[in-house]
């Protein structure tokens, strides 16, 4: 299904996160795969994963620096990827503080700041830094949660992030439709325990809640998120753009959280 398609994923920390979900997912379909890590700090790490998923290459992309965006594009191109196919922005971080008791409680310039830098701004700008470099009916896809659009405790400034991030996609799309067009989509996904997910107070309150409530009485897994987004990557999803799909087990359908 994703044969020959280049796809670049920003967001792979471990084999325990949704970006690891997917990449596994589009490797197993046929398609040649390249990520991004942050910082020299992280650069073992991601090669030895990226390994593992018969990745191409990994480039660094620290996205709270305009630079890195900016020279991402030719990093690619020196590795021999001079266009993409589809892009996977699976990074999201607040500072712990912000996101645990009210919102109130952590809610400063610095925090909100970061917390919408690295989860939604880096979305837009690397998507815009990329844009002479996708193919003609290339996808981008991001990963946001139902904190973005509902009261979630503890979620705070993540999910003020989260929204934004949502309302990027939508501008994105009808940005990008008309030049070559490329879908932008969202997959707004149940809760995982991810390392990332990890920092979140009370976060297993939630996965309980999850089991015990969705239509489906489970948690969604992080192999089924990278069926969902292997198959907004390929051509299967053509007809599709602007949308925030959610996979959650049919949750956020029903009680309040």
């Given at each position: 299904?994703?044969?020959?398609?280049?796809?670049?994923?920003?967001?792979?920390?471990?084999?325990r996160s949704i970006a690891y979900g997917i990449?596994?997912?589009?490797?197993?379909?046929?398609?040649?795969?390249?990520?991004?890590?942050?910082?020299?700090?992280?650069?073992?790490?991601?090669?030895?994963?990226?390994?593992?998923?018969?990745?191409?290459?990994?480039?660094?992309?620290?996205?709270?620096?305009?630079?890195?965006?900016?020279?991402?594009?030719?990093?690619?191109?020196?590795?021999?990827?001079?266009?993409?196919?589809?892009?996977?922005?699976?990074?999201?971080?607040?500072?712990?503080?912000?996101?645990?008791?009210?919102?109130?409680?952590?809610?400063?310039?610095?925090?909100?700041?970061?917390?919408?830098?690295?989860?939604?701004?880096?979305?837009?700008?690397?998507?815009?830094?990329?844009?002479?470099?996708?193919?003609?009916?290339?996808?981008?896809?991001?990963?946001?949660?139902?904190?973005?659009?509902?009261?979630?405790?503890?979620?705070?400034?993540?999910?003020?992030?989260?929204?934004?991030?949502?309302?990027?996609?939508?501008?994105?799309?009808?940005?990008?439709?008309?030049?070559?067009?490329?879908?932008?989509?969202?997959?707004?996904?149940?809760?995982?325990?991810?390392?990332?997910?990890?920092?979140?107070?009370?976060?297993?309150?939630?996965?309980?809640?999850?089991?015990?409530?969705?239509?489906?009485?489970?948690?969604?897994?992080?192999?089924?998120?990278?069926?969902?987004?292997?198959?907004?990557?390929?051509?299967?999803?053509?007809?599709?753009?602007?949308?925030?799909?959610?996979?959650?087990?049919?949750?956020?359908?029903?009680?309040?959280?």
């Open positions: 299904m994703l044969s020959g398609k280049k796809i670049l994923i920003s967001g792979l920390l471990s084999n990449a596994q997912v589009c490797s197993n379909l046929g398609a040649e795969l390249a990520f991004t890590y942050q910082d020299e700090r992280f650069r073992e790490r991601i090669n030895a994963l990226s390994e593992t998923l018969g990745a191409k290459f990994a480039v660094k992309c620290n996205v709270e620096l305009d630079e890195d965006i900016n020279e991402l594009p030719t990093k690619l191109k020196d590795k021999g990827w001079l266009e993409i196919d589809g892009y996977v922005h699976a990074i999201a971080y607040a500072p712990r503080e912000a996101i645990s008791g009210d919102l109130t409680d952590g809610l400063t310039k610095a925090n909100f700041t970061t917390a919408h830098v690295i989860s939604s701004y880096s979305f837009g700008a690397v998507s815009k830094s990329l844009a002479d470099i996708f193919n003609k009916q290339s996808s981008i896809l991001t990963i946001s949660y139902v904190g973005a659009t509902r009261f979630v405790p503890n979620y705070n400034v993540m999910g003020l992030a989260k929204a934004s991030l949502e309302a990027t996609v939508r501008y994105l799309a009808h940005d990008f439709g008309p030049k070559k067009c490329i879908r932008v989509n969202a997959i707004s996904a149940g809760p995982i325990k991810t390392l990332a997910a990890s920092g979140i107070q009370g976060f297993s309150n939630i996965l309980h809640s999850v089991e015990q409530k969705a239509p489906l009485r489970r948690n969604v897994t992080k192999d089924e998120i990278g069926d969902l987004a292997a198959f907004l990557l390929s051509d299967m999803s053509r007809s599709i753009t602007s949308q925030v799909i959610i996979a959650d087990n049919g949750y956020s359908s029903g009680l309040l959280l």
